[in-house]
């Protein structure tokens, strides 16, 4: 399982990394928000997150997060990031909920390619209590659009969020973009450009469509997954079945041991071998 994760990932790097867009192709997202208090007993101190998700309901990454030993009162933010996530940790704890909040994005996954083209949710969450339920918290929603136009939304309010501007900036395609050539920093060209990609077959590698026909930037390549998530089909190394339900007992550092969602059973000269130990502690005497 991790020379096949290691793979995977080493093969979609190469992948990506040899007809990577130039720096700042992909434009930017530019987030400012103000927090409110929501009531619970550790008001005015609370710890936020601001995720981002597919029009799938995906998760694609976390851009802002005040939160640390407490992250785990984000119900909402552990349920889509999973356990793993250590995506744009901003600070700890806030102690109030003085100031504006401002984060800007560079539009790529956490995987650290290009999302495409497309609408998007943007998620923030807040809790200033124990809580065990994301509607205990603080949860606004916002969307915005990804792609050749630029977009300004300003003056938003959303579950406790207020004051929220949304500043979407496009990145410039190349100077040979659509000549029909797939020309130095572009991956495609008109009708090479890819819209979406074909299954990989394999739960934790999943063939995901990075960058921007428009901007001849699209591909597709598989990203391995690593987070701990529920209900992927993927346990990846590292992750066990209390923290993902994919995974057998054991944790993902092998398929054996019983980590991936596709466990092979025990060979059958070694439950011969359990088996038959198992007879001689039941024929022991007792002293």
Not at 70 to 92: C, E
Not at 256 to 263: F, M, Y
């Amino acid at each position: 399982m991790m020379l096949r994760t290691s793979l995977v990932t080493a093969l979609a790097t190469i992948a990506l990394g040899l007809a990577a867009p130039p720096a700042g192709a992909a434009g930017s997202l530019t987030i400012t928000y103000t927090t409110q208090p929501h009531g619970g007993p550790y008001a005015p101190r609370n710890i936020v997150a601001v995720w981002v998700e597919d029009a799938a309901g995906n998760f694609v990454r976390t851009i802002d997060r005040y939160a640390a030993t407490r992250k785990s009162h984000l119900v909402g933010w552990i349920a889509k990031a999973g356990n793993a996530d250590t995506d744009a940790v901003s600070g700890a704890t806030r102690a109030s909920h003085t100031g504006a909040l401002t984060r800007t994005w560079d539009l790529t996954s956490r995987a650290g390619t290009e999302i495409p083209d497309g609408t998007y949710t943007i998620r923030m969450e807040l809790a200033d209590s124990n809580a065990s339920t994301a509607a205990q918290n603080a949860q606004g929603t916002f969307t915005f659009v990804k792609g050749a136009a630029p977009q300004s939304q300003t003056g938003l309010t959303n579950g406790g969020f207020t004051g929220v501007a949304i500043e979407f900036a496009p990145g410039a395609p190349s100077a040979n973009c659509g000549n029909g050539a797939v020309d130095a920093g572009e991956t495609c060209d008109g009708a090479s450009c890819p819209t979406s990609c074909a299954a990989s077959g394999d739960a934790c590698a999943v063939n995901t469509l990075s960058g921007s026909a428009a901007a001849c930037t699209a591909a597709c390549a598989p990203v391995a997954i690593t987070a701990c998530v529920d209900d992927d089909g993927c346990c990846p190394a590292g992750c066990a079945a209390i923290d993902d339900t994919d995974c057998a007992d054991g944790g993902g550092a092998t398929e054996l041991t019983g980590g991936c969602a596709t466990n092979r059973p025990l060979p059958p000269a070694a439950l011969g071998l359990v088996l038959a130990w198992l007879a001689t502690r039941r024929r022991r005497p007792r002293a």
